[in-house]
């Protein structure tokens, strides 16, 4: 809809926070006129209304800030949906090997000389709004955004940087873009899972970043994107881990060596992490925000959207495209700046969090009990210490489930139906030792 040399690409729930963004994108662009690679200039993503503890994670400061920085070492960051000025001639072909559009009218060089209000501009701009135009032509494979994955902000970036072009990343005091977020853990959960979607609809495509990527763009840059595109495979580790210790310890079945490295990796693990978030303009309360939801994430949105993808590549019925929802309710509103995860809905990706949170309390308490009366507490240490963890992860839900009656409550029938599912796991874990 624009023949703008210059392209803003903005959410709708976003708005230009400084009057100067224009002027540092112009001044990249002016100092790297000499160099024609240089496609797109990328802001890191701010958002406004953030409570104190950002209890949903919603900074991602290593997907808007860390990895960036270190993605503009190399051939720059990747874009991510909004907050990006582009060249309008990156639409159009690598920086070395121009693709002529199929109609010129969308030609990067195209000048209109008729007034914008005339007959056959309006005409035009008609055109190109129905899409019509796209029909058997090259836009969206080889011009333009890139179709073919549900992240086509990330499948962009990814594939223009392939084709040769470069990007910069801006990051100014003052943002220069501020948005809203979604206030409500389903809605979070839901964005992820689309994101876990359309990563693995580009990992397992002709274009994964770990084939093309590496032969396009070199490992380390290959390496960067591989980081995002294969995220919901973290799921099989933190799925393991969120019940394979805690119903072995319940059944007294001890699976780590006496005397294990696993605590000190762990937490030499996690100080690392909570020291490179703090030094990203971060604070402790909100690592330890960034680092629960990673664990849910990987329990629901991750472990959903692998499932979802799987069946949707073995031809099963799938659920449709969501919005991700950022309507402000006040009473909803009033409970996020307090700190309370919203529920609410009875979601089946709640299903696998409660259960976890159920089952790491059964095990804690359990395992305590088991080394008061037989002893052996070194042999059970690592169990009772990833039950313990997990039960400090689950605070939020143990009081939604129990403690609270409003409306962003877990509902009954999740919490029973996870009471009814942690019963049967256990069930089956016991008959088979007792098999054996």
Request: charge should be positive; aromatic fraction near 14%; hydrophobic fraction near 40%.
């Given at each position: 809809?624009?023949?703008?040399?210059?392209?803003?690409?903005?959410?709708?729930?976003?708005?230009?926070?400084?009057?100067?963004?224009?002027?540092?994108?112009?001044?990249?662009?002016?100092?790297?006129?000499?160099?024609?690679?240089?496609?797109?200039?990328?802001?890191?993503?701010?958002?406004?209304?953030?409570?104190?503890?950002?209890?949903?994670?919603?900074?991602?400061?290593?997907?808007?800030?860390?990895?960036?920085?270190?993605?503009?070492?190399?051939?720059?960051?990747?874009?991510?949906?909004?907050?990006?000025?582009?060249?309008?001639?990156?639409?159009?072909?690598?920086?070395?090997?121009?693709?002529?559009?199929?109609?010129?009218?969308?030609?990067?060089?195209?000048?209109v000389d008729k007034p914008i209000n005339s007959k056959e501009v309006l005409g035009l701009a008609h055109h190109f709004a129905s899409c019509n135009y796209e029909n058997q032509t090259n836009w969206g494979s080889k011009l333009g955004f890139?179709?073919?994955?549900?992240?086509?902000?990330?499948?962009?970036?990814?594939?223009?940087?392939?084709?040769?072009?470069?990007?910069?990343?801006?990051?100014?005091?003052?943002?220069?873009?501020?948005?809203?977020?979604?206030?409500?853990?389903?809605?979070?959960?839901?964005?992820?899972?689309?994101w876990s979607i359309g990563l693995l609809e580009v990992s397992f495509s002709k274009y994964s970043p770990i084939t093309f990527g590496v032969k396009a763009m070199g490992i380390l840059m290959a390496q960067a994107y591989a980081h995002y595109?294969?995220?919901?495979?973290?799921?099989?580790?933190?799925?393991?881990?969120?019940?394979?210790?805690?119903?072995?310890?319940?059944?007294?079945?001890?699976?780590?060596?006496?005397?294990?490295?696993?605590?000190?990796?762990?937490?030499?693990?996690?100080?690392?992490?909570?020291?490179?978030?703090?030094?990203?303009?971060?604070?402790?309360?909100?690592?330890?925000?960034?680092?629960?939801?990673?664990?849910?994430?990987?329990?629901?949105?991750?472990?959903?959207?692998?499932?979802?993808?799987?069946?949707?590549?073995?031809?099963?019925?799938?659920?449709?495209?969501?919005?991700?929802?950022?309507?402000?309710?006040?009473?909803?509103?009033?409970?996020?700046?307090?700190?309370?995860?919203?529920?609410?809905?009875?979601?089946?990706?709640?299903?696998?969090?409660?259960?976890?949170?159920?089952?790491?309390?059964?095990?804690?308490?359990?395992?305590?009990?088991?080394?008061?009366?037989?002893?052996?507490?070194?042999?059970?240490?690592?169990?009772?210490?990833?039950?313990g963890f997990g039960v400090l992860n689950s605070l939020p839900f143990y009081e939604a489930m129990v403690l609270r009656s409003d409306k962003g409550k877990m509902p009954m029938k999740t919490t029973i139906t996870s009471i009814l599912l942690?019963?049967?796991?256990?069930?089956?874990?016991?008959?088979?030792?007792?098999?054996?």
């Amino acid at each position: 809809m624009t023949n703008s040399p210059i392209i803003l690409t903005l959410d709708c729930d976003m708005y230009s926070n400084d009057p100067l963004t224009v002027q540092r994108v112009l001044c990249y662009l002016a100092v790297n006129s000499g160099n024609p690679n240089c496609g797109y200039i990328q802001f890191p993503q701010r958002y406004h209304g953030l409570n104190k503890s950002d209890i949903y994670a919603s900074e991602h400061k290593r997907l808007f800030l860390a990895n960036p920085i270190g993605m503009d070492g190399l051939n720059g960051p990747n874009y991510v949906g909004t907050g990006c000025f582009f060249r309008r001639r990156v639409f159009f072909g690598g920086p070395f090997s121009y693709i002529d559009p199929e109609n010129r009218d969308l030609d990067p060089n195209h000048i209109v000389d008729k007034p914008i209000n005339s007959k056959e501009v309006l005409g035009l701009a008609h055109h190109f709004a129905s899409c019509n135009y796209e029909n058997q032509t090259n836009w969206g494979s080889k011009l333009g955004f890139r179709y073919g994955s549900l992240v086509e902000d990330y499948y962009t970036g990814y594939r223009l940087q392939c084709e040769g072009w470069r990007s910069v990343f801006c990051d100014p005091k003052r943002p220069a873009f501020l948005g809203d977020v979604p206030i409500s853990l389903n809605d979070v959960l839901s964005q992820t899972k689309r994101w876990s979607i359309g990563l693995l609809e580009v990992s397992f495509s002709k274009y994964s970043p770990i084939t093309f990527g590496v032969k396009a763009m070199g490992i380390l840059m290959a390496q960067a994107y591989a980081h995002y595109a294969f995220w919901p495979v973290w799921s099989i580790p933190i799925t393991i881990y969120a019940f394979a210790p805690s119903l072995a310890l319940l059944l007294g079945i001890p699976i780590f060596p006496k005397f294990s490295l696993y605590a000190f990796l762990f937490l030499g693990a996690y100080v690392q992490d909570c020291l490179d978030f703090i030094s990203a303009r971060g604070t402790f309360q909100r690592w330890w925000s960034d680092q629960r939801l990673w664990l849910i994430r990987g329990l629901s949105s991750f472990l959903f959207g692998s499932i979802e993808y799987t069946s949707k590549r073995l031809g099963m019925a799938t659920h449709g495209f969501n919005v991700t929802s950022k309507v402000m309710d006040n009473e909803q509103s009033k409970r996020y700046n307090q700190g309370m995860f919203e529920f609410g809905v009875a979601s089946p990706m709640f299903v696998p969090l409660a259960m976890a949170a159920i089952l790491n309390l059964a095990a804690f308490l359990g395992g305590f009990v088991l080394v008061l009366k037989e002893g052996g507490f070194d042999r059970f240490f690592m169990q009772i210490f990833i039950a313990g963890f997990g039960v400090l992860n689950s605070l939020p839900f143990y009081e939604a489930m129990v403690l609270r009656s409003d409306k962003g409550k877990m509902p009954m029938k999740t919490t029973i139906t996870s009471i009814l599912l942690v019963g049967i796991l256990y069930g089956i874990c016991l008959l088979c030792t007792i098999v054996k």
